[in-house]
């Protein structure tokens, strides 16, 4: 179901003529409760598909303002255990709802490949990013992925070599990541020039959706990247809001944002959409509301693998 519930979603947002937006939260930020309430207001707000990501020490992809947020869900106590259940909370809450998990190698490698991934299916995600553990040096992870009937999302980035696109494009499922910048997550002013190019790269060896991330951070961005591409993810920009939220309810101000997103991506005259082969069509799903505390459990052991390159 995962990897089909992934394909329909971008298939309803193509179908209307717009590119799907993806929001990113870091599980357990700004507390893991408040997670729930952010969860809610960005579906509430039109999110099409969620990025969940479990917070990481060292989160090597990330700028200052996400990993600021990964700290601070680790302080409030967030653990493996805790996301996963926060992640089976939204799940039972919004059941059509494609949800995508963000997890770095060392905290899988700590939990055991195939325990993740099994745990990660029970808990309702569709999808597994890695964006430090390339695809062929994650081959039993991979397996275990399968297995479980996740879908293994690939990212690839502007200086991606021709070969390694190839790579990534056959090892994945769902949609592929296109880093739009060379660097890590956060706010840039306009959309980089590197995207477009690295789209049709993207659509010369896989029929997949595209979705682009990284330095997307007001809605005009948003929109000038559905020009290229299937999805627009969104994550710094929501951090650095809920940072700066002071007393407003987080619900609220996560609700507002995706709107503004949501309703960028709503052609005016021309979409300007790529074009791509269609995948499975299927029915927009209801607002949905998600609530309640997380809880938590513990985890075990694999080897972590050589090289840590994330593109």
Avoid at 16 to 23: I, N, Q, V
Avoid at 45 to 62: Q, V
Avoid at 78 to 103: E, S
Wanted: net charge negative.
């Amino acid at each position: 179901m995962s990897r089909e519930r992934i394909e329909r979603r971008f298939e309803q947002a193509r179908a209307a003529g717009r590119a799907a937006f993806m929001p990113y939260l870091t599980l357990g930020y700004p507390r893991p409760a408040a997670s729930l309430e952010v969860i809610n207001g960005l579906l509430a707000g039109g999110a099409d598909l969620l990025e969940l990501g479990i917070p990481f020490s060292d989160p090597l992809a990330d700028g200052p303002v996400l990993q600021a947020a990964a700290q601070q869900a680790l302080a409030a106590g967030t653990t493996v255990a805790t996301a996963l259940d926060l992640v089976a909370r939204v799940r039972d809450q919004a059941p059509d709802v494609p949800l995508v998990l963000l997890v770095y190698a060392n905290t899988v490698s700590a939990r055991g490949g195939e325990r993740f991934a099994r745990e990660a299916a029970e808990a309702g995600a569709d999808g597994v990013i890695l964006p430090d553990w390339p695809p062929d040096e994650a081959g039993g992870l991979l397996a275990a992925l399968q297995a479980a009937g996740l879908a293994y999302v690939g990212l690839v980035s502007p200086v991606s070599s021709e070969s390694r696109l190839a790579r990534v494009a056959a090892a994945s499922q769902g949609f592929l990541y296109a880093v739009s910048v060379t660097g890590v997550t956060g706010e840039r002013q306009g959309l980089s020039e590197e995207l477009a190019p690295l789209a049709r790269r993207l659509r010369s060896v896989s029929p997949l959706p595209i979705a682009a991330g990284f330095g997307i951070g007001r809605p005009e961005d948003a929109r000038a990247a559905a020009r290229h591409c299937d999805g627009v993810i969104v994550g710094s920009a929501l951090a650095r809001r809920l940072s700066e939220a002071g007393d407003r309810p987080p619900g609220a101000l996560a609700e507002t944002f995706a709107r503004s997103f949501r309703e960028a991506l709503i052609p005016e005259e021309d979409p300007q959409l790529p074009e791509r082969p269609p995948q499975h069509a299927g029915e927009p799903h209801p607002e949905r509301s998600v609530t309640g505390p997380p809880a938590g459990v513990s985890g075990a052991a694999l080897e972590p693998p050589g090289g840590r390159e994330w593109v």
